[in-house]
């Protein structure tokens, strides 16, 4: 055996033949290297070939518009979830959150009188989905009855009827002391039910509907044949399926609209169904008339909202909007315009006297008396209170306990003192704000001008000139004859300025004798279509 052939170390401690090794190892890796240059060289100009290729272009394209979308969806994700933790806080923004009203016309220019400013309502559609699922929470009250007295006696001197059932001044004094439960005068109080043998009474036909479950009606009255009524306007085909619209009339103004053809055996009048109300209990149709614009949840018990319009007025947008906007998205259950004009109720009563609203007598007393208990003139320091006088023509309301009491305390009122409600209302309101924490939304008078249009009296119109009449332009052609159409008189200027005066005093009595018929067929025909 040599050590050769074993591979024997020699003297520096290495191994002869692993001399070798290096040599191997060197050529093997330059044959890789140069293996591996070759692959490179054959690949690169591959990929770069197929790089300048429109497909390849197109690839990159999609793929960059992937990671886009997907980028763009996580944020859209996010903030999709901050919208709904504020929605869950209740500070979401409404659609309306940037509306602003435009600002008042210039001091010192012409007065031109109450006009109606821009409102923001929502859609229909949104408005109707935005409805509480449930109503409000009374604040202390919760459950509301009244005194039911078949046999009522007037055991003081002043105020009161058999309707209202005459309560004392401890009992008014108490009913404003606000508990859980309470029992309270309300009208109604000789029946077991509102509408039947009570006075104001109502046929058991309509009395069945007036029970029936309603999350929303409109309605109103006229007593006395003193308006006409005036058909709403812009009304969702939602609205005219789901919203009932009630007129509440005397006898009186049913024969009227018999007479008329206005009103048939279908007891409706467009969208309106006609109520008729026998043995009214008052004298006064005004007064009448507060019976269902303040005591509307008696005889209508198992509504939630209610907008309340007075005859002599023509609903021009939808009721959801309507609620939508002054209630839901107040977070209100009350709410009612203010007088355009006056603040202050002792300004009320004297322009109430100085009008002939009431004997002058009956609203001294009345004023004096709430004098008696504190009321003073209405000034910055009530504020957030805005204003002592509504104008109470419209009133929307959440049927609960607490509005349900201030309907019954304020009606208590025009039952003991005068029918002027504008008189009473702060009184009612802040003497159950001192015992609850609950306010009303007093919203401006042209923002109820917004969704309502005033149309006249009937007893306005009918001494009105023909809207026909109105039409004539320019002077009258002059009378060269005297009033007798027998004497020629001379054409001098003189006489022609005289003649022309006296043509239009003539003509303008001719008219004003004209009046009550052409004022009735022409509203007649314009507010009567259905």
């Known amino acids: 055996m040599t050590g050769g052939s074993l591979g024997l170390r020699g003297s520096h401690g290495s191994s002869q033949p692993s001399a070798k090794f290096p040599a191997i190892a060197r050529k093997y890796s330059s044959k890789m290297l140069a293996s591996s240059l070759r692959e490179k060289e054959r690949v690169l100009p591959v990929i770069c070939r197929y790089l300048g290729r429109r497909r390849v272009a197109m690839i990159l394209l999609v793929a960059l518009a992937l990671l886009a979308f997907v980028w763009g969806s996580l944020k859209v994700s996010k903030a999709s979830l901050h919208q709904h933790e504020e929605a869950g806080s209740g500070s979401l923004e409404h659609p309306c959150h940037r509306f602003a009203l435009p600002p008042p016309p210039p001091l010192g220019g012409r007065r031109l009188g109450p ?125 005219r399926r789901t919203v009932p619209f009630y007129m509440f009339v005397d006898e009186e103004t049913e024969a009227y609209m018999k007479n008329s053809s206005v009103l048939d055996s279908s007891m409706k009048v467009g969208l309106w169904r006609i109520i008729v109300v026998h043995n009214i209990p008052y004298n006064d149709s005004r007064r009448n008339g507060k019976v269902p614009k303040l005591l509307l949840h008696r005889i209508l018990p198992n509504v939630q909202y209610s907008i309340w319009i007075d005859g002599k007025l023509q609903l021009v947008v939808d009721p959801y909007q309507v609620l939508e906007r002054f209630l839901w998205s107040q977070n209100a259950n009350f709410a009612i315009s203010r007088h355009y004009r006056r603040f202050d109720v002792f300004e009320e009563a004297e322009a109430n006297k100085a009008a002939g609203k009431y004997d002058n007598a009956s609203i001294d007393y009345q004023i004096e008396f709430y004098k008696s208990e504190g009321l003073t003139p209405y000034s910055d320091a009530k504020f957030p209170i805005t204003s002592d006088v509504p104008e109470g023509c419209v009133i929307i309301r959440e049927h609960v306990p607490i509005t349900n009491l201030f309907g019954c305390l304020w009606f208590n009122e025009v039952d003991r003192f005068t029918s002027r409600d504008q008189l009473s209302f702060s009184t009612v309101r802040d003497k159950i704000m001192k015992k609850v924490k609950w306010s009303i939304d007093m919203f401006l008078d042209c923002e109820r001008r917004n969704f309502v249009i005033q149309a006249y009296h009937r007893d306005l119109l009918e001494h009105m000139p023909s809207p026909v009449a109105s039409v004539i332009r320019g002077r009258p052609s002059l009378n060269h004859y005297s009033l007798t159409g027998r004497t020629p008189v001379k054409d001098t200027r003189r006489n022609r300025r005289f003649s022309a005066r006296h043509h239009r005093k003539s003509v303008a009595g001719t008219r004003n004798k004209q009046a009550i018929s052409q004022a009735r067929k022409f509203y007649l025909i314009s507010n009567y279509a259905t």
């Open 115 to 239: 006009r109606p400013c821009s409102v923001c309502y929502i859609p229909v559609e949104l408005a109707r989905a935005r409805m509480p699922s449930s109503l409000s929470v009374s604040p202390v009250l919760r459950n509301l009855t009244y005194v039911v007295d078949g046999n009522p006696r007037k055991t003081e001197l002043h105020g009161g009827s058999d309707f209202g059932g005459y309560p004392s001044l401890k009992q008014r004094n108490d009913s404003f002391d606000i508990r859980e439960s309470m029992t309270v005068h309300c009208g109604f109080v000789k029946g077991n039910k509102p509408g039947h043998h009570t006075g104001f009474d109502i046929d058991e036909a309509d009395l069945m509907e007036l029970q029936q479950f309603h999350e929303v009606i409109v309605a109103s009255a006229i007593f006395g044949n003193y308006d006409i009524i005036q058909q709403p306007k812009n009304i969702s085909e939602e609205s």
